[in-house]
């Protein structure tokens, strides 16, 4: 786990001799994408495409639908045709260099996947090598040093250490062992790298985890988003009105005897409709997928990426995502009598079976403090530590029960001890417990009981430390109008102190794992988009329920299927990143139609009065363009121009800023819509100079 919260670098993936490979394969495929099935799917372009024929029409014969007023129709109409097919390439080529962006990534994953052999565990327990696409779920396979494991599993016998870098980029082996949550789970593509493991395999061939990558960043099985469907509806609905007004012209040109040719009317219909953001919109998105897997996080739909964008409230829980994680034992405090020696024997014997972060470095106190077993571990029991419980400890043969847990936790269970015994002994419930508890408490630091049977012996203080840079990141989360809520199974003490340094905004103490999912659905209920990180088979509820789930790449399969999002980095507050981006890839869909829109106003100024110049309109023609051939052609060579030049924007998203939602869009109503007005006006005027001063028109 990275404990920086400093904001990750994005990964830079394209070299400059790699992005020039990248955009000669993206202008190939712009013409690919021509193909009218591809075209339908964008019914801005569409309607382009379907002008540039009519227009190639009139080129050739230029009288088909009328007469052609003009000297040289040919070459007017043949210039309009060639800037429509542009036009149509360009907005292709937007939408190709953004997918090509997420295949280098994909190839980088696929060279990961061979098809391994793979040795299958055979009832009588003989092994047979197949092939790693015979693999079905529930086979058990063995993978010993050197090989590549050829599927998804669950380590089930075994200890070894595992290369995932092939995955996660991170070259350090992690340690696989069965039966912890955590590191029993392994990814098909990495590599083991001492040892051998028993694994059953838990994907089917296809889908598993890289092949779900794979697919994932290269666009495959990429689908709209709600958000992305709505708006190519208006930007349709839009076309079609600005379709009904054009088709009106040629009649009122009649009356005022100012025909109009086919080709003027095409060229001014798709000056008017949204052709900028209509041939962005798709690279937006694939854009915003690809940021966030360049941040390391693998988004399973495009949906995930942009609910990121509308999220509310943030659930993040203590231990790990707040504080460093590795909470350690700082002290060891006796209550009621007891010396230290007895009170490190005890904590030894808790907690020499608690594989836990805080229990080995209890263990590691302890022998440091010179405690030892009087007891054969083999003879003892021991008893996991469970969240709902709040208690970890050891079982002895002779019915002596040692636990360290909550202190709440403990004084319960020294309770029922006493009760069970059926002893008439008084438990010691002393105030040096309570002030020890609450001295550790506000220190934000765990305080852990220790017993033995009904007997308290004292306390141990787990340091908890705050990551750096944590309480900025959170006052970011307010500006943007976030709500954090800290979750944890700590006592409130603790919890508040911790929330406090932290800076949340709300937390929840002595939290249950089934807490955590009604947190998300009393947010969910007030009408709040929830997002929430975990890591633990007890979370993939939670992270399911959650409308962003960020699910760790350390954590179960369980919680990696439920989530919608796997950060192969395991660092929970990237979760903040991936909201940025999520409201950078709204904010850029909505400044680009802004501007998109915006841009009429200059086009109309341009193209209106040249169409009807011999009826008096001279006062609407501000710009004074040459003629009318000149001012059609600069409002549509700017208009093609505008959809290349926009995307390196539409690809790294427009800049973000920590603000509110609303404050955002003002903002950027504001920017966008003004250099939406005044660039085509600037634009058009200099390009139609421009043309005028080389004879084209
Ligand atoms: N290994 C352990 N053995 C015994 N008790 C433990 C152990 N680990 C934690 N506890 C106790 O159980 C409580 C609940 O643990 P849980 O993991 O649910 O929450 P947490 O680790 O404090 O916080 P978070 O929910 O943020 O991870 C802890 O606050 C602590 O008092
Ligand atoms: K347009
Ligand atoms: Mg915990």
């Known amino acids: 786990m990275t404990p920086s919260t400093k904001p990750r670098q994005e990964r830079k993936h394209t070299t400059k001799a790699k992005s020039a490979g990248l955009y000669r394969r993206s202008f190939q495929q712009a013409f690919v994408k021509l193909h009218p099935r591809n075209m339908l799917k964008n019914?801005?372009?569409?309607?382009?495409?379907?002008?540039?024929?009519?227009?190639?029409?009139?080129?050739?014969?230029?009288?088909?639908?009328?007469?052609?007023?003009?000297?040289?129709?040919?070459?007017?109409?043949?210039?309009?045709?060639?800037?429509?097919?542009?036009?149509?390439?360009?907005?292709?080529?937007?939408?190709?260099?953004?997918?090509?962006?997420?295949?280098?990534?994909?190839?980088?994953?696929?060279?990961?996947?061979?098809?391994?052999?793979?040795?299958?565990?055979?009832?009588?327990?003989?092994?047979?090598?197949?092939?790693?696409?015979?693999?079905r779920r529930g086979d058990q396979i063995k993978v010993i040093a050197g090989d590549i494991i050829p599927a998804d599993g669950e380590v089930i016998k075994g200890i070894a250490s595992v290369d995932e870098s092939a995955i996660t980029g991170e070259s350090a082996p992690v340690l696989k062992e069965p039966g912890s949550d955590i590191a029993s789970s392994v990814t098909g593509g990495t590599r083991i790298n001492s040892d051998e493991l028993i694994i059953r395999v838990t994907a089917d061939p296809g889908q598993g985890f890289l092949d779900r990558m794979i697919s994932l960043?290269?666009?495959?099985?990429?689908?709209?988003?709600?958000?992305?469907?709505?708006?190519?509806?208006?930007?349709?609905?839009?076309?079609?009105?600005?379709?009904?007004?054009?088709?009106?012209?040629?009649?009122?040109?009649?009356?005022?005897?100012?025909?109009?040719?086919?080709?003027?009317?095409?060229?001014?219909?798709?000056a008017l409709i949204p052709t900028t953001i209509g041939g962005l919109l798709s690279a937006i998105g694939i854009a915003g997928m690809d940021r966030v897997a360049q941040f390391n996080v693998i988004a399973t739909s495009g949906r995930a990426v942009e609910a990121c964008g509308d999220i509310n409230t943030l659930i993040l829980d203590k231990t790990g995502t707040i504080t460093l994680g590795n909470r350690l034992?700082?002290?060891f405090i006796p209550v009621n009598g007891h010396s230290m020696e007895k009170v490190a024997k005890v904590a030894l014997e808790s907690s020499i079976f608690d594989e836990t972060p805080e229990g080995k470095s209890i263990v590691k106190l302890a022998e440091k403090l010179g405690a030892t077993l009087d007891f054969d571990p083999k003879q003892a029991e021991g008893i996991e530590f469970s969240a709902k419980t709040r208690m970890s400890g050891t079982d002895l043969p002779n019915e002596v029960q040692i636990r360290k847990g909550a202190v709440d936790a403990i004084k319960g269970f020294v309770r029922s001890r006493s009760g069970s015994a059926g002893t008439s002994r008084n438990v010691k419930l002393t105030p040096e417990l309570d002030t020890t508890f609450e001295r550790i408490s506000r220190l934000g630091g765990t305080p852990l009981a220790l017993c033995k049977n009904d007997e308290i012996f004292g306390v141990v203080y787990l340091k908890d430390i705050?990551?750096?840079?944590?309480?900025?990141?959170?006052?970011?989360?307010?500006?943007?109008?976030?709500?954090?809520?800290?979750?944890?199974?700590?006592?409130?003490?603790?919890?508040?102190?911790?929330?406090?340094?932290?800076?949340?905004?709300?937390?929840?103490?002595?939290?249950?794992?089934?807490?955590?999912?009604?947190?998300?659905?009393?947010?969910?209920?007030?009408?709040?988009?929830?997002?929430?990180?975990?890591?633990?088979?007890?979370d993939a509820p939670?992270?399911?329920?959650?409308?962003?789930?960020?699910?760790?790449?350390?954590?179960?399969?369980?919680?990696?299927?439920?989530?919608?999002?796997?950060?192969?980095?395991?660092?929970?507050?990237?979760?903040?990143d991936i909201v940025t981006i999520g409201k950078q890839l709204l904010i850029t869909r909505g400044a680009?139609?802004?501007?998109?829109?915006?841009?009429?106003?200059?086009?109309?100024?341009?193209?209106?009065?040249?169409?009807?110049?011999?009826i008096g309109v001279g006062t609407l023609n501000i710009m004074d363009l040459a003629s009318t051939q000149s001012a059609v052609l600069s409002a549509l060579i700017y208009n093609a121009l505008v959809i290349p030049a926009l995307i390196p924007l539409a690809l790294t998203g427009v800049k973000f800023r920590p603000l509110t939602a609303d404050q955002l869009l003002q903002r950027n109503i504001f920017i966008y819509g003004l250099g939406g007005v005044v660039i085509p006006f600037i634009a058009i005027k200099i390009i139609d100079v421009l043309i005028v001063s080389i004879g084209l028109a």
């Open 43 to 135: 019914p801005v372009m569409f309607v382009v495409w379907l002008g540039t024929i009519i227009t190639a029409l009139v080129t050739i014969a230029p009288n088909l639908f009328g007469p052609t007023p003009g000297d040289n129709p040919r070459l007017f109409n043949g210039l309009i045709t060639l800037i429509l097919f542009l036009t149509v390439v360009f907005a292709n080529f937007a939408e190709a260099v953004a997918e090509g962006r997420g295949k280098a990534q994909a190839d980088a994953l696929r060279s990961a996947k061979s098809d391994a052999k793979a040795k299958k565990l055979l009832a009588d327990g003989s092994t047979q090598e197949v092939s790693s696409t015979a693999l």
């Open 217 to 270: 960043v290269e666009g495959a099985s990429r689908s709209k988003t709600p958000n992305e469907i709505a708006l190519t509806v208006l930007l349709a609905v839009l076309t079609q009105v600005f379709l009904v007004v054009i088709a009106t012209l040629p009649t009122v040109s009649v009356y005022v005897n100012s025909p109009i040719s086919i080709a003027v009317l095409i060229a001014l219909l798709v």
């Open 329 to 331: 034992a700082e002290e």
């Open 466 to 538: 705050i990551k750096p840079g944590i309480r900025e990141r959170f006052d970011q989360m307010r500006r943007m109008g976030i709500k954090t809520i800290m979750l944890t199974g700590d006592n409130r003490i603790t919890a508040s102190v911790i929330a406090e340094e932290a800076g949340v905004d709300d937390f929840i103490a002595e939290a249950t794992p089934e807490d955590k999912i009604e947190v998300i659905r009393t947010e969910q209920a007030q009408g709040k988009l929830v997002a929430m990180t975990g890591d633990g088979t007890n």
């Open 542 to 576: 939670a992270l399911a329920q959650a409308n962003v789930g960020v699910a760790m790449n350390t954590g179960t399969q369980a919680a990696k299927e439920a989530a919608n999002m796997v950060d192969l980095d395991s660092d929970p507050t990237k979760l903040i």
């Open 592 to 614: 680009l139609t802004t501007f998109s829109l915006a841009n009429d106003i200059a086009k109309y100024f341009a193209i209106l009065p040249a169409i009807f110049a011999g």
